[in-house]
């Protein structure tokens, strides 16, 4: 009896160093919420991320059915990029007060209380902004949640602020669908898990476009022959994170159901 319970522990042991040294990757779908065609996306069979937008007309929506089928939901938030381009309802500027930003990440996560973590849509100017950023992962450490940089730009300040202010801070390693051709998306697909072989983890960032669900739904379930596993989010955290969502932190305006 006593040698087989060994040999159980064994094979357990090994079984479980074995999923540690296994290679894996998330991908996170930005820009969920202004289609009703979302919803598709969240329905395929795989471990796929959704960040979604606040303030959207169907970001409530999108944000509660992944929940409902246990995937990953973060907040994507609009932030102020370097250009002229307009990045939405809700977004953190630079000329933002405090007590602003964080009304305003308030109110965005009332709007996605399913949200574990959040990432920024654009941003590429407000990320390099020393006392925004300040604040921002200020208000991030006492809801909780972790930062994704979707690395806008190379001279984000997002890791300096989330170590000063104790915050999990990760990073996108591959942006799949930059351009959004078939051939295009696999080469980016592959770029990825040669990282993920080399590091043992990456993160991708993609969007909801017609061109990514066909690759997506094509491709990932090739991923195990290729020994590297698809995770949500959550899983590339470090141990020491609580995964909670936004709505069961105060000040929760509504907790998920």
Do not use: C
């Not at 370097?82 to 305003?104: E, I, W, Y």
């Amino acid at each position: 009896m006593r040698q087989l319970l060994t040999l159980s522990l064994s094979l357990l042991i090994l079984a479980t160093q074995a999923m540690a040294d296994t290679p894996r990757v998330a991908i996170i779908i930005d820009d969920i919420g202004y289609q009703k065609a979302d919803l598709e996306l969240i329905d395929l069979p795989f471990a796929l991320t959704f960040a979604v937008l606040p303030h959207t007309p169907y970001g409530q929506r999108a944000a509660r059915h992944a929940f409902q089928l246990h995937k990953d939901v973060m907040l994507h938030m609009p932030m102020q990029p370097a250009n002229d381009r307009k990045p939405g309802l809700g977004a953190l500027t630079s000329d933002m007060s405090k007590q602003q930003v964080h009304k305003t990440l308030q109110l965005a996560l009332a709007d996605i209380p399913y949200a574990v973590g959040i990432n920024n849509h654009m941003g590429s100017f407000y990320t390099e902004q020393e006392q925004p950023m300040a604040w921002t992962m200020e208000y991030l450490s006492k809801r909780h949640l972790f930062f994704v940089d979707s690395l806008t730009t190379a001279h984000s300040k997002a890791g300096k602020y989330a170590r000063q202010f104790g915050v999990t801070n990760l990073s996108r390693q591959v942006f799949l669908d930059n351009v959004q051709d078939e051939t295009a998306i696999a080469k980016q697909f592959d770029t990825l898990l040669r990282i993920a072989k080399k590091r043992q983890s990456a993160i991708a960032i993609a969007h909801p476009y017609p061109e990514t669900y066909k690759f997506l739904r094509k491709n990932l379930p090739k991923l195990k022959e290729q020994g590297i596993v698809l995770v949500g989010i959550t899983q590339l955290l470090p141990q020491h994170h609580d995964v909670v969502a936004a709505g069961f932190t105060a000040p929760a305006v509504s907790a998920p159901q």
